[in-house]
């Protein structure tokens, strides 16, 4: 069965209004204020809002409107089609806040033209309007209740408080439309042609010169997209495109510290024609450093209905939303932007703008509002130095006092612990860890070197294949590694160590000759050097990697074959075996949602733009598989580059053949020869006869021991009683 359903309808319900305003349900209210007195202050730069006998109310001086605007059912009539630096932007409020009366069970009330109306929403979607008699003041008064929902006049308030300042005094600009955009403003107008031409900065007094191609009186609708396309051509001859200062400002004031203003333009491509729109702009900052961070964004002195959020971590201020991304170092700040433009493109209809196309102006002036702010600070705020410079200050006696001079090793965390006083002194808080070990340490070691004598704590295994040794890697264990001869000839790197039991039970590693190493997520800097000894060690090894498919496990893999701020990239080659996001797609695993993040997730280079975009919502892990599906699935990708098992050269083998064969012999000989010449019994003897000799001495180990250690703290008493053993035998004439 099929229902069908006008798109007006779902102005009057509850439940769908929120998707036609572009706003949550419960900031309703706050858009149905804003509206009203976005509209009141483009007519008339100035009006008054409160509250009266349960209404919210808005006043001005204006000339008056049509009380049958409010009708929810009808066409979207709008002056705002005609692209201008104004508050409002495709002319949808009206419906929305006669859509929130009806959803809500609420009452409008309109005082216009001398006449006071309530307004009722009829079942068609029409304005049924029922005079209340008539209206002795200037202007018009609109008064709203919403049933039971509370109503928030916040971003009215905003709207009132920033309406100040310059506005702009031209018309709309042939420049600021795309071949489409024009055509449908064309399409839109029910008026001639010429009238709508006059409407178009610099051209009214050649509007009936431009119309004289088209019949007397002909209507803009008329127009066809070739008209329209060369019509619009002509208009950019005759007229400059507008200087984005004339586009008007808040302009500075005095209760913030930092200002900062900016221009630019941006263009609209066009698809269907050959005129790209160019739109000016011009974006104003303000800001104050807070203990808690804070944002306000206006648009044309309004502030806008989609989301930006503001948050300090550590020293870094992280600005998204409405298609704006911006970090920076900075102290927590509160800060208002105003971006004044006769057009952005818009996501919802609601009016959320999509800021992305000003994100690098937007981002500029932020910043240099926020160092404006630096500078007014009393000097010895303004010098509070970050955790990288005091770090960087204290490194060298750091490294002293952790290593006592040179004399000791010592570990990272030593080192850590070491800094630690010298930043909680001057910014009153711990220093990070993680910063610590992997950017400012990290970033030492990449200009300066290793830091001698540092080493870092076991974060990985090695398991070798036919030994059933786990070796921990850490950097003391590399340094001391050596590789047995011929063993491996693969060594397959693998994100998650939960792993090793399983394919150590079905013995993988000794079927394929292979070493299993893992660093329990990135690639540690020792994984990354014992990576390099293996391949310089003579014997032709094949490095694999295998991960999750998601954006993390990408990165893993690229991180460990390539260069980081840490290490250069790998001296080997590593074979990256997967999990791929589409290779687990079409493997029918389960995919998993992942949470939202704040900012894109990184991703490795080799992955494609569509599936980047995939890796931002969602994973697919390794234990997605059941087992049997997990080693058929490894053993298939290490047969695509198995190179069999070790078989060394001819001479390896014949010298082992050799050795081994010589050792048993030797052994079996030792045995024979001793068995023939009664050697225990002559060891009984020669030891009962060395007693006899040296009982005296025996005794004095009583005193001897604790003497010789006391001299030799470093040695255990066994090796004490060795050398007096020694002794006894060097004087003895066996």
Known sequence: MLFEREDWKLFRNIETLPQKAGVPKDKLSLLVCKELTDNALDVCGECEIGFEDGFFYIKDQGPGMDPGLFAINRPLKSSKYLRLPTRGALGNGLRVVAGAVAATGGRLLVATGGENYRIHCQK????????????????????VSLGQMEIDPAWANLALQYARGQTYQGKTSPY???????FELFQAYSGPVRELIAQFDGCSKKAGKLSRRYPYGAAAASLTFADTEALLAELRTLVTKTNPERLGRIGELEYWKGYYRSCGTFTVGSVRGVHEAEIPFVVETYADFADEPQITVLLNKSPVTGEVHIFCNKSELKIFGCGFRHYFKAKPARLLINVMTPYVPIVTD???????????????????????VKKSLPAAQARMRSQK??????????????????EYRFSLRQLYYAVRPYVIRELGKEPDYAYFCKDLIGGYETEHGDIPMMYRDDRGTLYHPH?????????????????????????????????FNVLKEKKLPEKYDMALLTSKGYASRAVKDLLDALGEDGEEITFFCIHDADAYGTTIYDTLQNETKARPGRKVKIINLGLEPEEAVLMGLEVEKVEVSSRQRGVAGYISPAWKDWLQEYRVELNAMSTPQFIAWLEGKIRAYDQGKVIPPEKVMTEYLDGKLLAELKERIADR??????HEAQAAAAFREVKQSFSDRQIRL???VPAELARQPVQLWREVVAEVGGEVLRNCPF
């Open 124 to 143: 068609d979607g029409s304005a049924l309007t029922e005079s209340l008699g008539p209206y002795y003041e200037e202007g018009t008064k609109i008064s």
């Open 176 to 182: 600021w439309y795309t071949s489409e955009n024009f």
């Open 673 to 678: 020869i001793l068995l023939k010449n009664n």
């Open 702 to 704: 009583t005193e001897i």
């Open 467 to 499: 030994e059933g040794r786990d070796i921990p890697i850490g950097t003391i264990a590399v340094e001391n590694y050596r590789k047995p001869a011929w063993t491996f000839n693969k060594v397959l790197y693998i994100e998650k160590e939960g792993f």
């Open 350 to 372: 609601g009016k959320e703008p999509d800021l992305g196309v000003m994100t690098e102006t937007i981002g500029t002036s932020i910043t240099k509002a926020v160092n404006k």
């Open 389 to 406: 410079e005091i770090v960087a200050a204290c490194l060298e006696e750091a490294i002293a006092k952790a290593g006592g001079n040179g």
